[in-house]
């Protein structure tokens, strides 16, 4: 039905692995290469709404080579985690957020709006199905991936009558390999990521296909991520490739990038803003310029920068390069602000520490 109250049809299956398998490649799963046995979807039809919930075995699509997807792009995604507790259960961390801004990205790409009950109960149900992927290292956990395309057949530009949700996990370890202490960043001054008025707020895959000739070429300079600033005046600082960035002064004060449409409001971003005030620090949400950003880094004022996001957890940045400019922070190492954040955060969502704000959603 459209109304939500959709119920899952379960068609689970032994896994194809052995159990040996499993846990040998849930040592050392790197980031996005592996994914579980299982998959959630959900179709919508134009008339009938949203039918058809099931949790399937993983398989191929099947798309006809003139599918709305395929040409214009109409596709938008979720990121988040399921964490292993130390009783053995498993949580996810704040679904209902990845559920309002899932709704938002519909919108934003003219998209039916996907109920959010039906979303969360979609991820809740594949996590349940595969809970044995969960891997229980330290800093690993299993990552979902909700998605919708368009799967209506015609080469017209407009709106999808049809789309395909799904969501697929995958266990992880850290996004960043190499397990430097800080990551460096490139100043994208070629690209930028989003315009006023774009998509910038919203979670689609056009917005990755943008930012990909800038992340080659930070890689081609021997850089981690890129560093995206505003496109009208390129000179503020918005956001990394697949993070949102926070800085970190020498009076313990914080600031990050106000959410002015053309970055993605993390859920990291917000929840690390809540953490912060928890502590007693003082956490601005203004505009901070990328000339600001060296002189800063240079006096001394600025003693700390970090990326967040769910993938990356909270990364520290150690160094900035761009076409005429190569500044440290601090030691070029990680601080102690992004270290106490990161661990008061990871300590939430492996059930470590009392979960104040009721963001765990156990299953
Ligand atoms: N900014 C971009 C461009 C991202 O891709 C992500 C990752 O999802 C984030 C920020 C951080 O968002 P979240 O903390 O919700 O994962
Ligand atoms: C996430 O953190 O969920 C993202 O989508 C970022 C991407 C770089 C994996």
Same mark, same amino acid.
């Given at each position: ?38 998959? #959630?979807? &959900? ?11 099931? &949790? ?42 990845? #559920? ?101 707020? #919203? ?161």
């Amino acid at each position: 039905t459209s109304g939500g109250r959709e119920t899952f049809l379960f068609e689970t299956h032994p896994s194809p692995m052995a159990a040996s398998e499993r846990e040998a490649l849930l040592q050392n799963p790197g980031f996005g290469r592996v994914l579980t046995d299982h998959m #959630a979807t &959900i179709r919508y039809s134009e008339g009938r709404g949203w039918h058809d919930a099931k &949790i399937e075995p993983r398989k191929a699509f099947e798309l006809s080579p003139s599918t709305v997807v395929l040409h214009y792009a109409q596709e938008i995604f979720e990121g988040m985690k399921a964490y292993r507790l130390p009783d053995g259960g498993a949580t996810l961390f704040r679904p209902d957020a990845n #559920a309002r801004r899932f709704t938002n990205s519909a919108n934003r790409l003219a998209m039916a709006p996907l109920p959010e009950d039906l979303f969360v109960e979609s991820v809740r149900a594949l996590v349940r199905t595969d809970r044995d992927w969960i891997p229980a290292a330290e800093g690993a956990s299993l990552y979902l991936r909700p998605f919708m395309i368009a799967t209506e057949a015609i080469l017209g530009v407009k709106p999808s009558s049809d789309y395909l949700y799904c969501v697929i996990a995958s266990p992880v370890g850290s996004y960043f390999k190499g397990g430097a202490p800080a990551v460096t960043l490139w100043v994208s001054e070629n690209y930028t990521r989003a315009a006023p008025g774009g998509t910038g707020e #919203a979670k689609c895959g056009g917005n990755y296909a943008a930012s990909l000739a800038a992340q080659a070429e930070a890689t081609r300079e021997g850089c981690d991520q890129v560093v995206f600033l505003d496109a009208v005046e390129k000179r503020w600082i918005e956001e990394l490739g697949g993070m949102n960035v926070f800085f970190v002064f020498e009076d313990g004060s914080l600031q990050t990038p106000p959410l002015t449409g053309t970055i993605l409001p993390g859920i990291t971003r917000d929840s690390l803003i809540t953490l912060a005030r928890d502590l007693g620090l003082t956490v601005r949400e203004e505009p901070y310029s990328i000339d600001q950003w060296q002189a800063d880094a240079e006096s001394g004022r600025l003693t700390e920068a970090f990326a967040c996001g769910t993938a990356a957890v909270v990364t520290p940045i150690g160094k900035v390069k761009g076409r005429t400019r190569n500044f440290t922070i601090g030691d070029g190492g990680a601080g102690p602000v992004a270290a106490r954040l990161k661990a008061t955060l990871l300590d939430i969502q492996n059930g470590r520490a009392p979960d104040r704000h009721g963001w765990l959603d156990r299953l």
